[in-house]
């Protein structure tokens, strides 16, 4: 089962992500954690991603689906994956069409989680990261506090709110979402595989999921 997950910082994507891989075994795949891993195995490509990001370039689409192509190919891929976050851009998904018919790889479902605007305000500004960058576990005040108020559980090092996830921040996010990826929905809705779930409940939209699936 391939998937892509479509929505709104703070909508839910890495909720039902984990939902989903438990469920059945697929592989949740982000842009960055594959930048990240190409460069960190010094793949060609990686190296290519890594010249980009030292002068604190963009890395361009073209690399990008450079190393996605390696991704879906790895042995983890076989039993399906979520696409959490990519495409971004309608070039990208685009781009993406191509090299899912090249490697004969199709999707099965592309699933828009509709948040309304106030309830990502919320869910973003309440959630609190640990400072402590071999752990960086995620809370939030509201839905999963710490045990112990700005202390992280897992490795006990102080909890703080990033910079990109102040109001302001959150509300340029949703802006710039709302120019570059939610013109997405348009490009996918067409087809039989597009599904919108309301996301103010993570349970309903995994039962959607399940339920278009079978």
């Known amino acids: 089962m391939n998937l892509i997950l479509l929505g709104a910082p703070g909508s839910g994507k890495g909720t039902i992500s984990k939902l989903l891989v438990d469920q059945y075994t697929l592989v949740q795949i982000s842009t960055g954690d594959i930048l990240r891993g190409a460069v960190k ?3 060609d490509v990686g190296k290519k991603a890594q010249e980009y990001m030292n002068r604190g370039d963009l890395v361009p689409d073209s690399v990008i689906m450079d190393i996605m192509g390696e991704r879906l190919q790895e042995d983890d891929c076989q039993k399906g994956f979520i696409l959490d976050g990519f495409p971004r851009t309608i070039p990208q998904a685009e ?6 018919d090249k490697l004969s790889i199709s999707l099965d479902l592309v699933v828009n989680l509709e ?3 106030a309830e990502l305000l919320k869910r973003l500004t309440s959630r609190r990261t640990c400072s402590n960058s071999d752990c960086q576990a995620i809370y939030n005040v509201i839905s999963n506090p710490t045990k112990v108020e700005g202390v992280c559980d897992k490795c ?3 909890t703080i709110q990033r910079d990109d996830e102040t109001e302001e921040a959150i509300k340029h996010r949703l802006v710039t979402y709302g120019e570059k990826t939610a013109p997405l929905i348009g490009f996918y809705e067409k087809e039989d595989f597009f599904i919108s779930a309301d996301s103010t409940e993570s349970k309903a939209v995994f039962d959607a999921i399940v ?4």
């Open 211 to 214: 339920e278009k699936i079978k």
């Open 41 to 43: 195995a010094g793949t």
């Open 115 to 117: 948040v309304p605007e």
């Open 95 to 100: 781009e993406l069409k191509k090299l899912l």
């Open 156 to 158: 006990g090092s102080p």
